[in-house]
């Protein structure tokens, strides 16, 4: 015999019923979801809320213990079904809200998802790089552009590509739209939307939650019986990023026929943001269309767990009039391209700020990202490339930073250097040189001396022409010799060695003289 958990609905709707052993696996834990529905039950009603505390419920069971599990259930009904019976012919016999809050709704879409999607792997069946590629929107991001959409009763919704229609689900169930609608050509995703329509119902009955008109159907968007329905619509939502340029210009013509004002929100923009109307792009989907890039959610897609930005397109065919009425006034035509160069500078604020207030985390393959009407594709964990955030980058700056003034550092001391050693080796050949050329003169003078004052037999040898001659010969290599020497080095030359030279080319003339007249 079968071992069952029942939870009493806190609206007095049929119980929830759970199969012991509870489904467990990487990504379903049908224990904790026993446990945190009971918590979210009790956020829901403050009574029970104060029940479950007083007597430590919630902080005394087994999740592996079928007794401990079926006692936590157990205490659960009796106070649900005390506190039902006590409200039963009061004014306030449901006080709860009818709609559900953003983090129940979270929740209750999780466990929609759990219980409908059996076999996750079965959606990533098909064939990649193809317009039919699955990939699911996670819950913030849907909840970031009803936000900013701001959806009324007489709003009709479509979610063109809906796959297993969560984000038809979450839009019906956090709106007040007339209609929410979705489409799904894929077989899979098509038959998987129907159980998630039944799990919907089934557990917004048992929350005893509200939600708006929804429809899903399997078919192709870009069929002619879709023209006339997305005409109809005012906010279209279409998951484009993997479509190609056919599908996207079939997109566009059925987006030309939208009623002004209406609005459609992509993965990847139908036209530039910074689009200008010329003669030539008449035509083109952005003469009517003003598009403006939501602020980027990281997690926000199953395919990459880095931020994504998505794109918000409002249909405004008066920039189509604006523009033909500046071809004949140049006062509007000055205005526009002040819009335009106004338009082009909040861009690029826009993506600067973007870019600064990205958080840059690291995710191990052991953490789970969480979110609504997350399937197979979406629960494969991303390593990111940057870990300590801003503050890593800051240092990578600083160390770059320092690493380039040591480098110039290096620089200047090599180059410091090689001056000191070639001013030292240019004094070093100028003192060796001019001691050299002083001594030679020296020799030569005195020599000289020698020869003309002590005239004698005895040094025959310096009375002789040759030996004049000589001198005089030695006197003019040296005298080239200071020239290019310490004129080549850049330093001027001492008065002493041309002295020198002068004093023995006189000297030498004198003694020429001299033996000629003998």
């Known amino acids: 015999m079968s071992q069952e958990l029942r939870l009493h609905s806190p609206a007095g709707s049929e119980p929830a019923s759970y199969q012991w052993p509870l489904q467990h696996t990487d ?3 049908g224990a904790h979801e026993i446990v945190d529905t009971i918590r979210w039950v009790c956020e829901e009603i403050p009574e029970l809320k104060l029940a479950m505390q ?7 069971y087994d999740t592996k213990s079928y007794e401990s599990m079926h006692s936590l259930c157990e205490r659960y009904n009796r106070a649900i079904d005390a506190i039902l019976q006590l409200r039963k012919g009061t004014t306030c016999a449901n006080p709860c809200p009818k709609r559900a809050s953003t983090d129940l709704l979270k929740h209750i879409l999780q466990q ?10 079965r959606l990533n069946a098909y064939e990649p790089f193809s317009p039919e590629v699955y ?33 038809v689900l979450q839009v019906a169930s956090a709106t007040n739209c007339k209609l929410a609608y979705g489409i799904e050509k894929a077989d899979v995703p098509a038959e998987y939307a129907e159980k998630m329509q039944v799990e919907f119902r089934r557990w917004m009955k048992w929350y005893g939650k509200d939600y708006s008109p929804f429809k899903v159907e399997k ?3 870009l069929c002619d019986e879709m023209v006339e329905r997305v005409a109809k619509a005012t ?9 190609g340029p056919s599908v996207d210009h079939q997109l566009k013509e059925k987006f030309a026929n939208m009623k002004e004002g209406a609005v459609v929100v992509s993965s990847k923009a139908f036209c530039p943001l910074n689009f200008r109307i010329t003669d030539r792009n008449l035509s083109d989907i952005g003469s009517i269309m003003r598009v403006v890039e939501l602020s980027p959610l990281r997690g926000s897609v199953s395919w990459t767990g880095k931020p994504v930005s998505y794109f918000l397109h409002t249909i405004d065919r008066t920039i189509l009039e604006r523009y033909f ?12 391209y002040q819009k335009y160069r106004t338009s082009i500078r909040r861009r690029e604020r826009e993506e600067f700020s973007a870019a600064k207030s990205i958080e840059f985390t690291q995710s191990s393959e052991n953490d789970s990202m969480s979110g609504c009407g997350e399937g197979a594709t979406t629960r494969r964990q991303w390593t990111e490339i940057i870990s300590d955030g801003k503050e890593n980058v800051n240092k990578m700056m600083m160390h770059e930073k320092s690493k380039k003034s040591q480098k110039l550092s290096k620089r200047e001391t090599s180059k410091t250097l090689k001056v000191v050693l070639g001013k030292f080796l240019v004094s070093f050949l100028y003192s ?17 001396i020698f020869n003309f004052f002590f005239f004698s037999e005895v040094f025959h040898l310096f009375n002789s022409h040759f030996w004049n001659v000589l001198l005089c010969l030695l006197d003019i290599f040296f005298f080239y010799a200071e020239t290019f020497v310490f004129h080549g080095f850049g330093i001027f030359c001492n008065i002493r060695p041309t002295f020198f030279f002068y004093f023995a080319f006189f000297v030498g003339l004198g003694t020429l003289l001299q033996l000629h007249t003998k």
Do not use: W
Request: charged share 20%.
């Open 235 to 243: 906010v279209v939502f279409v998951n484009n990023f993997a479509f």
């Open 112 to 121: 929609v998802y759990n219980h409908a999607i059996m076999d996750p792997d």
């Open 219 to 221: 078919g192709d968007f």
């Open 135 to 167: 990939g699911e929107t996670s819950y913030d991001l849907v909840a970031q552009m009803i936000e900013e959409v701001n959806l009324t009763p007489d709003d009709n919704f479509i979610d063109l590509g809906s796959g297993v229609s969560q984000v």
């Open 432 to 448: 060796f040189y001019f001691n050299i050329i002083c001594f030679s003169y020296l020799l030569t003078i005195l020599l000289r």
């Open 54 to 60: 007083r007597n430590q419920v919630l902080s005394d």
């Open 27 to 29: 990504k379903i834990d």
């Open 325 to 336: 009425k500046s071809l004949t006034d140049p006062q509007v035509r000055e205005e526009e």
